[in-house]
């Protein structure tokens, strides 16, 4: 990726403007998890040290916009990174025409950018006026990276310099080394209920891994695909065909989309429904299959051990009940423990990783969800194109 970094410049007086990604879960006024913080934190320490005026803005929650509410506001994460450097963070309000100073090494946090008229449409003249504010822009959050937005894009576009930040630049990295240098076998596992939300992902998958194991509902068409019974399971039985297509596709490779032998079964969806252990080809008309067995389980150990790559989106059952999550744990085992690259990302994958205690373990976790995904699609990212046709 040919963009400027940050690192490679002086920032020494300048104005900087951050986009990052602070869109943090915020219960009573409180962050209660603060992942992306940490990861955003890199970037502004760096300005601050070296003595830039820091601004930096994010979107959080999904506000109307022109509309200030308590609860879209900053203010939760301002608290939150006053407490990391010991000092107290401003939060400006209204901030789009300008009228407030910001000292050299001081850090102020800009109130939602979602607020602001015009940010979501990309509109010109609110992008060339978040422009006016900087000497620098750093386009940090990967997580939105896939959204053209005025605070993403359009000021790109407009500002004197725009270039990547820490986490960004290490996010297209990790990314890049796992998908266009990758040490082979190279293993994707996609999981998630729906197979519509990720066809296009499994699609450019199979032209480019090794093996591509599906997991959680997605699984379910394949194996349906496969001619086993799902019973009640989710499944999508339009995509059969689609499944059925892809298994081809693979196969023709010398690849393969392994399906599982044994499945663990439920009648209802609820915490305190008993687990219950199948064959792949025992499944009643009356079962949910919500999650794989120890035989399937295995077999996906064995894959990611021998893996040079392993790119992670999903798990592969239902985890949040501890009956249904011995699928996604031998997995979680198997990714902290392989010699192999691994990538993870995405929500749910994430809340796996912390679960089964495995952060430390995995070689790189994007804090993307949606960007992660078109990424591995193949697409292009609005937000890293502007950067790099600004390099040039």
Not at 20 to 37: C, F, H, M, Q, Y
Not at 291 to 317: C, F, H, R, Y
Not at 358 to 385: C, H, M, N, R
Request: with cysteine; glycine share 8%.
């Amino acid at each position: 990726m040919s963009v400027i970094k940050l690192v490679d410049l002086d920032l020494k007086n300048k104005r900087v403007f951050i986009r990052a990604d602070l869109n943090v879960p915020v219960k009573e006024g409180k962050v209660t998890s603060d992942a992306r913080i940490t990861a955003s934190m890199a970037t502004i320490n760096h300005c601050l040290k070296q003595g830039a005026k820091v601004m930096v803005t994010s979107h959080l929650g999904r506000p109307e916009e022109g509309v200030w509410t308590e609860e879209n506001s900053l203010q939760p994460v301002a608290d939150d990174i006053s407490r990391r450097l010991g000092t107290t963070v401003r939060l400006i309000k209204d901030w789009v025409d300008g009228g407030f100073e910001v000292s050299p090494g001081e850090l102020v946090v800009l109130e939602n950018c979602r607020i602001n008229k015009g940010e979501k449409k990309n509109l010109e003249e609110t992008a060339k006026k978040y422009a006016s504010l900087c000497d620098v822009f750093v386009m940090d959050a990967f997580g939105t990276a896939h959204r053209a937005q005025a605070s993403t894009h359009g000021i790109a576009k407009y500002a004197p310099v725009a270039c990547a930040g820490i986490l960004l630049t290490e996010e297209l990295d990790a990314l890049t080394k796992a998908l266009h240098q990758p040490a082979r076998p190279l293993v994707a596992i996609v999981g998630g209920s729906k197979v519509s939300t990720k066809l296009t992902v499994l699609e450019s998958l199979t032209e480019k891994v090794d093996q591509l194991v599906v997991g959680g509902g997605i699984a379910n068409t394949f194996l349906k695909a496969a001619g086993h019974n799902v019973g009640k399971s989710l499944c999508e039985d339009e995509l059969v065909p689609m499944a059925k297509s892809l298994m081809n596709k693979m196969n023709q490779r010398n690849a393969t989309i392994p399906i599982a032998v044994d499945v663990v079964v439920g009648k209802k969806f609820a915490a305190d429904e008993p687990a219950v252990l199948k064959e792949a080809d025992a499944v009643s008309d009356d079962d949910m299959i919500f999650d794989i067995g120890p035989k399937s389980a295995q077999e996906l150990v064995d894959i990611i051990m021998k893996a040079g790559t392993v790119v992670w989106n999903g798990p592969v059952g239902v985890f949040e009940f501890d009956q249904f999550g011995e699928g996604t744990h031998a997995i979680a085992k198997a990714i902290a423990e392989t010699d192999a690259f691994t990538l993870a990302g995405g929500g749910d994958t994430i809340a796996a990783i912390q679960k089964y205690d495995i952060y430390d373990k995995v070689s790189y976790i994007s804090t993307a969800g949606g960007a992660f995904l078109e990424f591995l699609e193949g697409k292009k990212l609005p937000a890293v194109e502007i950067l790099e046709l600004r390099a040039q």
